[in-house]
């Protein structure tokens, strides 16, 4: 079961003081798509004390604190393989103007091989 879809609350409605909340949710199964509700915090209204407060503002925060580290060494990652990527990418260019060089040079070369039989055969001027 994820994440739930949808949460609200209900205030519960008795005549003792500080009787609460009721939090529900709808949730859908992963596997068939069947959308169900069900409650998923009842806490009394008076009992969530600053202490209380205090250690959950301590859990985000390390939860916090984790997922920048986390975001932070992505990054770096990320950085890293950006530079890895471009030094790739200039190889590569270097390799295609080095070919194509060489192919300009055998061309020319060809076209002057060309122009030498006709020249042997008697053909006439080359055709450019």
Known sequence: MGAPTRTWSVSKKTKKPGAGEVVFATFECPECGHKFRTSIKDEPKGELSIKGMAEKIKGIE???????KNLREKLKTLGTERSNLILEIDELKKMAEAKADALESEIGMLREEVKSLKQLLGVGEIDT
Not at 62 to 68: F, I, K
Request: proline residues 0%; glycine residues 14%.
């Open 62 to 68: 390390g939860e916090l604190t984790n997922t920048l």
